[in-house]
Nanobody, 128 residues
Framework: QVQVVESGGGLVQAGGSLRLSCAAS????????MGWFRQPPGKEREFVAA????????YYKDSVKGRFTISGDNDKKTVFLQMNSLKPEDTAVYYC?????????????????????WGQGTQVTVSS
């Protein structure tokens, strides 16, 4: 079993930055990738970004490309999401997730069904 815990959410003005962190524990050596998802108020959970430990491949939701950067420490199984130029529409509960599944295509890492381990979520609020 792998457990993940997020931290780093908060309130920020539009145009500002926040950095989210996520630490995995447990059988972390089995982890193939970690990702960030978010759930805006009244909407479905959506993919934001993911990183694979094999090759450190990065994947992003189109609307955050160029503004958000995912990075990670493979040894510590810790992943970060640097969010710059934040917009009010980025307001959401952000969830970290981990998967032990290896896929040849990055598209699999963009769907929540791929991930078995989820954090409790951290609130990010961007004021206009």
């Amino acid at each position: 079993q792998v457990q993940v815990v997020e931290s780093g959410g908060g309130l920020v003005q539009a145009g500002g930055s926040l950095r989210l962190s996520c630490a995995a524990s447990g059988r972390t050596f089995t982890t193939a990738a970690m990702g960030w998802f978010r759930q805006p108020p009244g909407k479905e959970r959506e993919f934001v970004a993911a990183i694979t430990w094999r090759g450190l491949n990065e994947y992003y939701k189109d609307s955050v490309k160029g503004r958000f950067t995912i990075s990670g420490d493979n040894d510590k199984k810790t992943v970060f999401l640097q969010m710059n130029s934040l917009k009010p529409e980025d307001t959401a509960v952000y969830y970290c997730a981990a998967t032990t599944l290896h896929y040849p295509s990055g598209n699999y890492y963009k769907t929540s069904r791929t991930y078995r381990s989820w954090g409790q979520g951290t609130q990010v609020t961007v004021s206009s």
